[in-house]
Structures are given as C-alpha cells and as structure tokens.
C-alpha cells in the first residue's frame, strides 16, 4: 500500500505508538473532539503529507487540514490529533488508515472538458499528427494517461474525444490510463456515474452518443456509456513512487492542475519521469497556471501548456 515509503514513515514517526488503545473507535469522546490541531502537529501532519504525496501545505491551510482530518478522527475514533498522528504510525494504520487520510486531504476538484482549448488541440492538431506519423497499413493504437485523473472526468473526456477520432479512421484504436492516489476519487471513476449538471459541460452530440441517462432510482444521473469505460483502465499511483509501473511508451500525458500542489523540486522530478515514459514525439498536456520544470529544454512547447518530447 505504501509503495515503498515505509522508509520515509520511519523518520517522521516517534516510537510512543498508541500502545493500548487497539481499536481506538471505542475511545471516542465527543468532548475531546473539540481540540484543535496546533501548530505543531499541523507542522508534522504537512511534512508527513509533503513526503509520502508530494502535496504542499503552507500555514495558510491550517485549518483547511484541521477540519479534513476531523472527519478522519471521527472515523477512527481517535481523541487528539496527536492520538491520530500516532495511530497512522502503527502498523495497522498504515495498512488501514493512511489512504483515507491522503483521500481526506487531496484536492479532487475536476470537470468533463476543463481547460476545453487542450481538447481541440487534441483533435484538431495532435491526434492527426500522431496517426500521419504512423501510417504503415497497421492499425496503430494512441496511447494516453491522465495522470492524476481525480473522479475520472478527464480520462472520460479524452475517450470521448479519441472515439470520435477513431470513428473516422479504421486504422486507428486507443486506450487510456488513468491514475491517481486517492482510493476514493478512483472509486468514484470506475463506477462513472455523474449528477445531471456534472456534465453540462459536455456538448450535446457526445452527450446524446455517450452518456447514458438513469432512470427510476438513479434518474438526476448519467452513466458513461460501456464503450468508453472498457478503453479506460483506473489505476493508484502515487507520484511518489520512484519507478512507475508502466510499460508501454506514451503517445499523450494529460497531468493537468496536480503539480500546483507540489513544489518546484517534486515538479521537477516528476516531469523527469514523465519525459522517460512519453515516445519520441510524444506529447504532455499540463495546466493552465502551471509551468514546465526540469526538462524544458528536451521539450519542444507548441502551446503555452502543450509540449512535445523531441
Ligand atoms: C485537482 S485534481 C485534477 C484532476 C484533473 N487532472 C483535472 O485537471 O481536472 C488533482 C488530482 O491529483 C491527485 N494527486 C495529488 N497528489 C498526488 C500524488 N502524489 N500522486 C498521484 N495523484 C496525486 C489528487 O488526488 C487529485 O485527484
């Protein structure tokens, strides 16, 4: 679960583990609960949170995190936040716990067709260069990664633009990779169920071709359509890990509004990273606000946020 960062927990965790406590959901106290997370343990919850995920938070998120991680007391039943820090600790919180605390504390905000400008490239620029580059007579399948793909609107987006791609040439297939850290937010993808205003944002001819409206029990929703879940494959990876496991090279990484989190050091790394898993000529989309770091000079920019591996 903790891909490795056993080693980084070490250091941050003193030995006084909760001891006794074992299932501490019976401590719980609802008068206790009303402690504050002090700046202390908002300094060792960040530096725990930057090293196992990479997320900065600087003091101005203090109470942000105090009351995400309460949530996290309550379900645990720990009394203090120092009792919490210290159950995560334990083995059976890392084995348990520390996931729903990295779910609790990243920021999952994400739309079908966000930053809609990358979209049109895709399909106007991108995804025609790729094929021309391929033509051989074969079918040749494009490969893509939403990397940090939070609830799956992205991933879905990208199928939905490749399958209209795909449509128009016989010789062209895809598939996606989507990954992210919160257990949660992929959840939430793999079942790709959305509220109606959710995708507003999708215009109507692929809404009509690709969602599924509910009914009874599940009306106010829409489902993506199966077509596009089987070209989707969700998976967890922490940007942390020092070696991603992933094979094949990539025509297209979309790691959008994720490295604003991060700071300048770990952006770097990462984009070091994604340059070693992208194919020659491939391309990396990121976000609107954010900028490239570490590999600028292999890239070659095409767009403000759209690069190409030289
Ligand atoms: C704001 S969302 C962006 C979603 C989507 N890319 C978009 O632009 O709409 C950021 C996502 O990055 C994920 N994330 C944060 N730290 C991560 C890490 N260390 N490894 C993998 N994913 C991470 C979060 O869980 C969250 O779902």
Redesign the pocket.
């Known amino acids: 679960m903790l891909h490795g960062k056993m080693f980084i927990l070490r250091d941050f965790f003193e030995k006084k583990v909760v001891g006794d406590v074992g299932r501490i959901g019976s401590r719980y106290d609802d008068a206790a609960f009303r402690c504050q997370l002090s700046d202390g343990e908002f300094a060792r919850f960040s530096r725990l949170i930057h090293d196992?995920?990479?997320?900065k938070l600087p003091p101005v998120k203090k109470t942000m995190l105090d009351g995400r991680l309460r949530k996290r007391l309550r379900a645990v039943g720990a009394v203090s936040f120092a009792e919490y820090f210290d159950y995560l600790a334990s083995p059976e919180g890392q084995e348990l716990e520390l996931h729903n605390m990295?779910?609790a504390v990243?920021?999952?905000?994400?739309?079908f067709f966000?930053?809609p400008k990358h979209f049109q490239w895709l399909s106007e620029r991108v995804l025609p260069e790729i094929r021309g580059r391929a033509r051989n007579g074969r079918q040749r399948r494009i490969r893509l990664w939403?990397?940090?793909?939070?609830?799956g609107?992205?991933p879905y987006t990208l199928a939905m633009v490749l399958a209209e791609f795909c449509d128009l040439y016989q010789d062209i297939d895809y598939s996606i990779l989507a990954?992210?850290?919160?257990t949660a937010?992929l959840a939430k993808a793999r079942l790709a169920i959305y509220e109606d205003y959710k995708i507003e944002p999708v215009p109507v001819a692929l809404r009509n071709k690709y969602l599924l409206r509910g009914d009874g029990d599940r009306q106010g929703y829409h489902r993506v359509a199966p077509r596009l879940r089987r070209k989707v494959d969700f998976r967890?990876?922490?940007?942390?890990?020092a070696v991603f496991d992933i094979d094949a090279p990539l025509d297209i990484i979309?790691?959008?509004?994720?490295i604003?989190?991060?700071d300048k050091q770990t952006q770097a790394e990462l984009f070091k990273k994604f340059y070693r898993h992208l194919a020659p000529g491939g391309y990396l989309f990121i976000?609107h606000s954010e900028s490239l770091l570490g590999i600028d000079g292999k890239m070659r920019r095409i767009a403000p946020t759209i690069f190409q591996k030289k």
């Open positions: 196992v995920a990479g997320i990295l779910d990243s920021t999952n905000k994400t739309d966000r930053e939403s990397a940090g793909c939070s609830t609107k992205e990954t992210d850290i919160s937010a967890r990876l922490n940007f942390m890990d979309f790691c959008r509004n994720v604003i989190y991060f976000g």
